[in-house]
Structures are given as C-alpha cells and as structure tokens.
C-alpha cells in the first residue's frame, strides 16, 4: 500500500513540475529539461568529455551524444575531439552557451525562490531532508 502512495506522489510530483514536456522547463525556459541539465552540469567546468556529461545526468552516452548534437546545433556548445585519444569527445559552452546558461540560471532561481517560499519554514527543511534521502536510495539502486 504505502509503495503505490510513493509512486502516486513521485508520478504527481513529475507531472505537476513540468518534467514531462519536451520544449520548455519547468522554469518556463525554452530548452527541454535535459537541455537545461546539461548547460548547468557544462556550466561548472571549463569542459567536460561526452562520458563525464553521460554519467552526470545518468544517462546513456548515446543519449547524450544526440542531446550535445542539438546543443551543437543551436549554438550552445562546442564538441571537440581529442587529439591524444580520438574516441574522446570533449564538451564547452560556447559564448552563446554561457549567455543561455546565465538567463536560465536566472529562471531557476526565480522558480525555486517561489517554491521555497510557499513552503512554511518547517516543512521545507523537512522536505530537502526527504529528497537527500530519496536521492541517497536512488544512488544505492
């Protein structure tokens, strides 16, 4: 019983946050959610391979390889291969990129700024501790 009432509220969860369209965030940003992922993971380094990128999001490499190919195609990133080890791909936000980056930042802030403050103070605490657990079993699957 309480396994159908987590699935129901992480199902709810997903719909009710935006993660199931494709086009917007579920900050409003006009990039899909692994889009935005990705920019924000790009955004902490100065540059990354396709495998560190892959393993990140936890996703598939070839999943991966498509997203920075759209990425690529709109001007976001920049897709290098490695000299030393050619089957090394390596990825940057490019000028565009960190622009991008930098406006959806700007999003995300505002859209958790909301959230939180919708929260009282005693349930967001609670809330925050909820997730790292789920996310410390999710990591141990």
Not at 79 to 107: C, P, Y
Not at 133 to 140: D, G, M, S, T, Y
Request: proline share 3%; charged share 20%; aromatic share 6%.
């Amino acid at each position: 019983m309480d396994e159908k009432v987590l699935q129901h509220q992480i199902q709810e969860f997903t719909r009710r946050f935006g993660l199931l369209t494709q086009d917007i965030t579920p900050c409003n940003y006009p990039l899909s959610p692994s889009q935005a992922h990705a920019l924000q993971v790009l955004g902490q380094s100065e540059h990354i391979t396709l495998q560190m990128l892959a393993t990140q999001l936890h996703l598939d490499k070839s999943t991966v390889s498509r997203l920075v190919t759209q990425l690529v195609e709109y001007g976001l990133v920049w897709r290098t291969v490695n000299q030393e080890n050619r089957r090394e791909i390596h990825i940057a936000l490019s000028e565009r990129g960190h622009v991008v980056l930098d406006e959806l930042l700007v999003a995300v802030e505002a859209k958790f700024h909301l959230l939180w403050t919708r929260l009282s103070q005693e349930k967001g605490p609670q809330i925050i501790e909820a997730l790292a657990l789920l996310n410390e079993v999710l990591w141990e699957e």
